[in-house]
């Protein structure tokens, strides 16, 4: 009685059969997946209601088993069911006996893999190189050919909107390189002010300048053999740009106010979120530089033009914010997912993951919901729905980054926090967009 309570309780289909081929037991599990009531099935004969191709008759399993004392174990197969539906099953077995040791039948369990091989179908369209999952066309592309990049010595310049895994991509670089066990310097040249940037790519000797109490090594010393990744690039100024341009050519440099030579062996990999080629034009950028580190350039595509991988990202983020915050959340209401869809991600992946964060603190149960998203963020993705042949993108993006800043104060570190991206980029918005604030005071 017990042991039949307790195989009710599994959710694998198990049934046993008698040396003459009848059925003698069932499960709940089991009578759900033939579709069968086990009044129906106890005492029949198996290859009446088990349909599988393991239970052919030229190759039962029952008489296989007689004959060689084998037992199966993680076979995949089929089972037909009442309705004539073809599921995919993974069959364990074993002999049967009683308490003097004789053979008496044979158990069979069954679990049910359907999800899991839909699961496997769907993802045969995605593609993923190191820690980068996508089922976009370009991104596909850009991934097939890093492998090849990484191989080679020659400089990478990543262009993309902010958030879309420039750094990333950068990362996934070196780590295939010759170089992967050699360090991996990163630089953001826009949270470094114009006159410490010198010092933090080169170095400086002690008395260079006031505070300069000692010698220091610079990024390019620390990165020697290895790669240093110039995030941001496009921020750096021309003078500092003439120095690096030398470090390229030559792999050489002196420390700020020292005179000997110092060479390294450095790859770079070089970011930024600006047109380059148009701040070339502008004489924002030096053309020769320029020219130098886009031996291989790199375009990535911001998110909204790659929905179909919101929902890959979203799980992502999900299985990493269970086991961080030791939850289990595992959905996504279709609402919520909409909302999602809808929305045109201004700070790109890096606002994707805060967006999931914010909802895994605001959750409660185990299933993401509207409600559990930032309530800008709905309204938002209202506005792009009932607005499909009015407003452009980038007018609905300057008008939801006037909304943040309307609910920030008009404090820009805290609006550019809100909206997934760096202050840089929330300024040059500003700039392209022509945002200005009339009726309230600018805060830093």
Same mark, same amino acid.
């Given at each position: 009685?017990? /042991?039949?309570?307790?195989?009710?309780?599994?959710?694998?289909?198990?049934?046993?059969?008698?040396?003459?081929?009848?059925?003698?037991?069932?499960?709940?599990?089991?009578?759900?997946?033939?579709?069968?009531?086990?009044?129906?099935?106890?005492?029949?004969?198996?290859?009446?209601?088990?349909?599988?191709?393991?239970?052919?008759?030229?190759?039962?399993?029952?008489?296989?088993?007689?004959?060689?004392?084998?037992?199966?174990?993680?076979?995949?197969?089929?089972?037909?069911?009442?309705?004539?539906?073809?599921?995919?099953?993974?069959?364990?077995?074993?002999?049967?006996?009683?308490?003097?040791?004789?053979?008496?039948?044979? *158990?069979?369990?069954?679990?049910?893999?359907?999800?899991?091989?839909?699961?496997?179908?769907?993802?045969?369209?995605?593609?993923?190189?190191?820690?980068?999952?996508?089922?976009?066309?370009?991104?596909?592309?850009?991934?097939?050919? +890093?492998?090849?990049?990484?191989?080679?010595?020659?400089? *990478?310049?990543?262009?993309?909107?902010?958030?879309?895994?420039?750094?990333?991509?950068?990362?996934?670089?070196?780590?295939?390189?010759?170089?992967?066990?050699?360090?991996?310097?990163?630089?953001?040249?826009?949270?470094?002010?114009?006159?410490?940037?010198?010092?933090?790519?080169?170095?400086?000797?002690?008395?260079?300048?006031?505070?300069?109490?000692?010698?220091?090594?610079?990024?390019?010393?620390?990165?020697?053999?290895?790669?240093?990744?110039?995030? /941001?690039?496009?921020?750096?100024? +021309?003078?500092?740009?003439?120095?690096?341009?030398?470090?390229?050519?030559?792999?050489?440099?002196?420390?700020?106010?020292?005179?000997?030579?110092?060479?390294?062996?450095?790859?770079?990999?070089?970011?930024?979120?600006?047109?380059?080629?148009?701040?070339?034009?502008?004489?924002?950028?030096?053309?020769?530089?320029?020219?130098?580190?886009?031996?291989?350039?790199?375009?990535?595509?911001?998110?909204?033009?790659?929905?179909?991988?919101?929902?890959? %990202?979203?799980?992502?983020?999900?299985?990493?914010?269970?086991?961080?915050?030791?939850?289990?959340?595992?959905?996504?209401?279709?609402?919520?997912?909409?909302?999602?869809?809808?929305?045109?991600?201004?700070?790109?992946?890096?606002?994707?993951?805060?967006?999931?964060?914010?909802?895994?603190?605001?959750?409660?149960?185990?299933?993401?919901?509207?409600?559990?998203?930032?309530?800008?963020? *709905?309204?938002?993705? /209202?506005?792009?729905?009932?607005?499909?042949?009015?407003?452009? %993108?980038?007018?609905?993006?300057?008008?939801?980054?006037?909304?943040?800043?309307?609910?920030?104060?008009?404090?820009?570190?805290?609006?550019?926090? %809100?909206?997934?991206?760096?202050?840089?980029?929330?300024?040059?918005?500003?700039?392209?967009?022509?945002?200005?604030? /009339?009726?309230?005071?600018?805060?830093?």
């Amino acid at each position: 009685m017990v /042991e039949r309570i307790i195989l009710n309780c599994i959710s694998d289909g198990v049934l046993t059969i008698d040396l003459q081929g009848n059925i003698q037991y069932v499960n709940k599990a089991m009578q759900e997946l033939l579709g069968y009531p086990e009044s129906t099935l106890v005492g029949s004969r198996c290859e009446k209601f088990v349909q599988s191709n393991i239970c052919a008759s030229e190759d039962c399993i029952l008489r296989r088993s007689l004959a060689t004392k084998e037992k199966i174990s993680n076979y995949e197969s089929f089972l037909i069911n009442k309705e004539g539906r073809r599921m995919p099953v993974n069959i364990n077995t074993d002999l049967l006996y009683d308490d003097a040791g004789n053979i008496i039948g044979i *158990v069979e369990v069954f679990r049910d893999i359907s999800q899991l091989k839909e699961l496997k179908d769907r993802l045969t369209d995605i593609f993923q190189f190191e820690n980068i999952i996508t089922k976009d066309r370009r991104m596909k592309e850009i991934l097939s050919i +890093l492998p090849s990049v990484a191989q080679s010595k020659s400089t *990478v310049l990543i262009q993309g909107e902010s958030g879309t895994g420039k750094e990333l991509v950068a990362k996934a670089i070196h780590n295939n390189s010759l170089r992967k066990d050699k360090p991996f310097i990163a630089v953001n040249c826009a949270a470094i002010p114009d006159t410490l940037i010198e010092s933090e790519l080169f170095g400086h000797v002690k008395g260079a300048f006031t505070g300069a109490h000692q010698d220091r090594v610079g990024r390019f010393e620390l990165a020697d053999l290895g790669t240093i990744f110039l995030d /941001e690039i496009g921020d750096m100024s +021309l003078a500092t740009q003439a120095k690096l341009l030398r470090v390229i050519q030559e792999e050489k440099f002196e420390r700020v106010g020292g005179s000997k030579t110092i060479s390294v062996d450095v790859r770079i990999i070089a970011a930024t979120n600006k047109n380059l080629s148009k701040e070339v034009k502008e004489d924002n950028f030096r053309e020769d530089l320029y020219y130098r580190i886009s031996v291989f350039p790199i375009t990535l595509p911001p998110l909204r033009e790659r929905k179909e991988d919101i929902p890959l %990202l979203i799980n992502h983020y999900i299985e990493k914010f269970n086991k961080e915050m030791e939850k289990n959340i595992n959905n996504v209401s279709p609402q919520a997912m909409k909302v999602l869809l809808n929305y045109f991600f201004p700070g790109n992946i890096r606002e994707l993951r805060n967006i999931i964060e914010h909802a895994f603190v605001c959750s409660r149960g185990n299933t993401i919901l509207p409600e559990h998203l930032p309530g800008e963020l *709905v309204t938002a993705s /209202e506005h792009l729905e009932i607005s499909p042949d009015g407003s452009s %993108l980038n007018q609905v993006e300057k008008e939801w980054i006037v909304k943040v800043l309307e609910k920030s104060g008009w404090r820009y570190q805290e609006a550019a926090k %809100l909206l997934g991206i760096s202050r840089t980029t929330l300024w040059r918005k500003l700039k392209d967009y022509g945002i200005v604030s /009339e009726k309230r005071p600018v805060h830093y």
